[in-house]
């Protein structure tokens, strides 16, 4: 069994990731900073309910964790399935699977996007396939993928 010596509260959390932010730089966060912004802390907790914090704690957790992390049972996704996927997803906009790949042309034809956006939304649900990979499928930059997944 092993025993906690100390346990940081989520004040002491608070400060450190402040401090991090801040480089350690002692102009900023100092002795009198660290203890005005402790009592602000402990005011605020007195005037909301902590059934209030931890619930928001938990939504944003929930929130990041689900973003950032694969569903139970994914497996990561081979360059077969990328294009079985890309095949399924041609056949349902009725465009050629060079129309999907973004090509030289540069061409923003509607169905085509809309195609593009389907097909990011679907691996990234499907396989949990990080954004530059998608990109280097269908020729894009990661942040135009970006832009699909919020379509």
Do not use: W
């Not at 025993?3 to 801040?22: A, W």
């Not at 990011?120 to 990109?135: M, Q, T």
């Amino acid at each position: 069994m092993r025993k906690v010596i100390s346990e940081k509260t989520s004040e002491d959390i608070f400060i450190d990731e402040l401090k991090m932010f801040y480089n350690n730089d002692e102009s900023v966060i100092n002795d009198v900073s660290e203890k005005r912004i402790r009592l602000l802390l402990s005011e605020y907790s007195k005037n909301v309910a902590p059934e209030t914090i931890t619930i928001f704690k938990e939504v944003i957790v929930e929130k990041l964790v689900d973003k950032l992390s694969p569903k139970p049972g994914t497996v990561p996704a081979t360059i077969k399935d990328y294009e079985e996927e890309a095949q399924r997803i041609c056949e349902k906009h009725n465009i050629p699977m060079s129309a999907l790949r973004r090509t030289k042309d540069k061409a923003r034809l509607f169905k085509n996007v809309n195609a593009r956006a389907d097909f990011s939304k679907s691996l990234r649900d499907k396989f949990y396939a990080p954004v530059v990979e998608i990109g280097k499928f269908l020729n894009v930059d990661h942040s135009t993928v970006c832009h699909y997944l919020q379509k």
